[in-house]
């Protein structure tokens, strides 16, 4: 199985700084990583498809980059409504698996 | 609009079968990929099975020996059966529709499953 193994797991900002989230892949996967947001007591949404393809009503903050093993989720100036976990996850090879999250927190 | 919306019991006792459905509204099963994917506690994710728009199967091996996924088209549903659950199996698991690839663009709101005597 492709491990995906997300850094760092948990990340304190304040309001209006802009993140890097990480996710590496235990091999090389091109660019089959998609990126997912879920707030609490909510249900996960699809935030970039294929490292770095946006989605249709995502807000343009959100950006992706990376091929091969390393993979980056980039959020532009933080906002209060981006406070959340974030997950990535591989479609390279079955069986299909997730990253264990990066918890964007306030600091 | 998609919307998928899970409905089952909460609460499965240890060694039973977990039944979950998954009813979709807004686009047919016959076309895309759906699947089941739970979240324990503690973050972790893990997909468990999708069934395709022609209804072939793909399995997580670490559930194989328990798991099935199968589907009514003309309910527009598909349905997770988990055999000889544990306390391992609490959950939430949620439904979803994915594209070819496989990335999952709509899920339900999830429901939770303890498993529990």
């Known amino acids: 199985d492709i491990v995906l193994t997300q850094s760092p797991a948990t990340l304190s900002v304040t309001p209006g700084e802009s993140v890097s989230l990480s996710c590496r892949a235990s091999?090389?996967?091109?660019?089959?990583i998609h990126w997912y947001q879920q707030k609490s007591n909510e249900s996960p949404r699809l935030l970039i498809k294929y490292a770095s393809q946006s989605i249709s009503g995502i807000p343009s903050r959100f950006s992706g980059s990376g091929s091969g093993t390393d993979f980056t989720l980039n959020i532009n100036r933080v906002e209060s409504e981006d406070f959340s976990v974030y997950y990535c996850q591989q479609s390279y090879s079955l069986p299909l698996t997730f990253g264990s999250g990066t918890k964007l927190e306030i600091k | 609009e998609v919307q998928l919306q899970e409905s089952g019991p909460g609460l499965v006792k240890p060694s039973q079968s977990l039944s979950l459905t998954c009813s979709v509204t807004g686009s047919f099963i016959t076309s895309n990929y759906w699947g089941w994917i739970r979240k324990f506690p503690v973050n972790k994710m893990e997909w468990m099975a999708y069934t395709s728009y022609s209804g072939s199967t793909s399995y997580n091996p670490s559930l194989k020996s328990r798991i099935s996924i199968t589907r009514d088209t003309s309910k527009n549903q598909f349905f997770l059966q988990l055999n000889s659950v544990t306390t391992e199996d609490t959950a939430t698991y949620y439904c979803?529709?994915?594209?070819?690839?496989?990335?999952?663009?709509?899920w339900g709101q999830g429901v939770m499953v303890t498993v529990s005597s």
């Open positions: 091999q090389g996967i091109r660019t089959s």
């Open positions: 979803a529709r994915g594209y070819p690839g496989i990335f999952f663009d709509n």
